[in-house]
């Protein structure tokens, strides 16, 4: 079982929807838990950083930490087409620096 | 402007034959990283670096080499390519933080190796 699960997908989805993008894991000991956006043919970009339990919002976005069910949300509002690129969730523990990424679900927002 | 810089971004070679791919940094980052991503896979750290002369194993480093004999450089070098290092390689930087933690990490474009 890998330590962080995430779905390939694509998820397409039209303009303006509400996307949900959606991360599990197994490892107790992460408290530290990222999002970054990858464009085609780019490097991954930090989108969001989340330290222990709870919500944070910026913008459109919204990252959510369940931890007592070891599962991680990223939520896109008024999704744009611009939105379009690969998502990985990524986490590490309090004790190490290494970061863990799952293997990033691609999202299709079509105008 | 801030950024890293990988090169070649894209090269195709043959089993065997020696290859650099060069990473270089603007931004006084103590810490980099190299990491490969494959499909279902993820990205997968190879080799990383805290500081210059610094450098330690990531999860996948059979088979790769680095060197850190500048703070702006962290090059990758594959002594002998085979078949099974064909991927898309990342360099990435960050600065370290309160308690030795690295901070945002900051990534290339990416350099797509083909070994035939």
């Known amino acids: 079982q890998k330590e962080v699960e995430q779905d390939p997908g694509p998820l397409s989805v039209p303009e303006g929807a509400i996307v949900s993008l959606n991360c599990t894991y197994s490892?107790?000991?992460?408290?530290?838990f990222m999002w970054y956006r990858q464009y085609s043919r780019k490097g991954p970009e930090l989108l969001m950083y989340?330290?222990?339990?709870g919500n944070k919002e910026d913008g459109r976005f919204t990252a959510q930490v369940d931890k007592s069910s070891k599962y991680i949300s990223l939520f896109i509002r008024d999704s744009q087409p611009s939105d379009s690129a690969t998502y990985l969730c990524?986490?590490?523990?309090?004790?190490?620096?290494?970061?863990?990424f799952g293997t990033g679900t691609r999202l299709q927002v079509f105008p | 402007e801030a950024q890293v810089t990988q090169n070649p971004r894209y090269l195709i070679t043959v089993t065997g034959k020696k290859l650099t791919v060069t990473c270089s940094q603007n931004?006084?980052?103590?810490?980099m990283s190299w990491y490969r991503q494959d499909p279902g896979l993820g990205l997968r750290q190879i080799y990383y670096s805290m500081n210059v002369e610094v450098t330690d194993k990531g999860d996948v480093p059979e088979g790769y080499k680095v060197s850190r004999k500048e703070k702006r450089n962290f090059p990758l070098i594959l002594e002998s390519p085979s078949p099974n290092q064909t991927s898309l390689y990342f360099c990435?930087?960050?600065?370290?933080?309160?308690?030795?933690?690295?901070?945002?990490?900051?990534f290339g474009e990416g350099s797509r190796l083909t070994v035939l």
């Open positions: 989340t330290y222990s339990s």
């Open positions: 990435a930087s960050s600065f370290l933080i309160a308690g030795g933690r690295t901070g945002e990490l900051f």
């Open positions: 490892n107790s000991a992460f408290q530290y």
């Open positions: 931004m006084n980052h103590e810490y």
């Open positions: 990524a986490m590490s523990a309090i004790d190490t620096d290494k970061l863990i």
